[in-house]
């Protein structure tokens, strides 16, 4: 079945502070209001799917975390949408997304990221597109790359950008190895 995970509260944690793990047919749906104030020491918000389904993620707090502030992972068939309206300051990835299966990859970020390695990574080996977008309101402080994008299976990578971008490496960074557009 589906898991719905909302937070709008404060939580301090010593490993991930929103975890969910899903190995079965399903949804995982996380949200975190804009009262929520997230501090961990490892991810922020953690969510991998090991069987059919979507993860869906969406931030309009603020998450500070010692590993990534978001971690999505799906391993069979799904999207995976994450959507950042808030704050994320990550000592890694601000936001990172990897697909081992069928689905789209689908990143939105109109809040600010804060990184110290990339600002926002997807990787997807299977078929799928990689979608990211960084709206007109959106700030991407990264210590590496700001956004980095690799596929290994089949499908296209889009990235736009509106908003700003600020990295120690590459402001954009694209890699495809099969089939697909960039």
Same mark, same amino acid.
């Given at each position: &079945?589906?898991?719905?995970?909302?937070? %709008?509260? +404060?939580?301090?944690?010593?490993?991930?502070?929103?975890?969910?793990?899903?190995?079965?047919?399903?949804? /995982?749906? !996380?949200?975190?209001?804009? %009262?929520?104030?997230?501090?961990?020491?490892?991810?922020?918000?953690?969510?991998?799917?090991?069987?059919?389904?979507?993860?869906?993620?969406?931030?309009?707090? +603020? !998450? *500070?975390?010692?590993?990534?502030?978001?971690?999505?992972?799906?391993?069979?068939?799904?999207?995976?949408? /994450?959507?950042?309206?808030?704050?994320? *300051?990550?000592?890694?990835?601000? !936001?990172?997304? #990897?697909?081992?299966?069928?689905?789209?990859?689908?990143?939105? *970020?109109? @809040?600010?990221? =804060? %990184? @110290?390695?990339?600002?926002?990574?997807?990787?997807?080996?299977? #078929?799928?597109?990689?979608?990211?977008? =960084?709206?007109?309101?959106?700030?991407? =402080?990264?210590?590496?790359? @700001? !956004?980095?994008?690799?596929?290994? &299976? #089949?499908?296209?990578? %889009? /990235?736009?950008?509106? &908003?700003?971008?600020?990295? @120690?490496?590459?402001?954009?960074?694209? *890699?495809?190895?099969? #089939? &697909?557009?960039?």
């Amino acid at each position: &079945g589906d898991v719905r995970l909302t937070n %709008s509260g +404060t939580i301090n944690s010593d490993f991930d502070a929103l975890d969910v793990d899903h190995n079965g047919t399903g949804n /995982i749906d !996380i949200i975190t209001l804009a %009262s929520s104030v997230i501090t961990a020491d490892d991810n922020g918000i953690e969510a991998e799917h090991d069987g059919e389904g979507d993860i869906t993620i969406t931030n309009a707090g +603020t !998450i *500070n975390a010692y590993g990534d502030g978001i971690d999505a992972d799906h391993d069979d068939e799904g999207d995976i949408t /994450i959507t950042n309206a808030g704050a994320i *300051n990550a000592d890694y990835n601000g !936001i990172y997304a #990897e697909h081992d299966g069928e689905g789209v990859i689908a990143i939105t *970020n109109t @809040g600010t990221i =804060n %990184s @110290g390695n990339d600002g926002i990574y997807a990787y997807h080996d299977d #078929e799928g597109d990689i979608t990211i977008t =960084n709206t007109g309101t959106g700030t991407i =402080n990264a210590y590496r790359d @700001g !956004i980095d994008a690799s596929h290994d &299976g #089949e499908g296209n990578i %889009s /990235i736009t950008n509106n &908003g700003t971008i600020i990295a @120690g490496d590459n402001g954009i960074e694209a *890699n495809h190895d099969d #089939e &697909g557009d960039i």
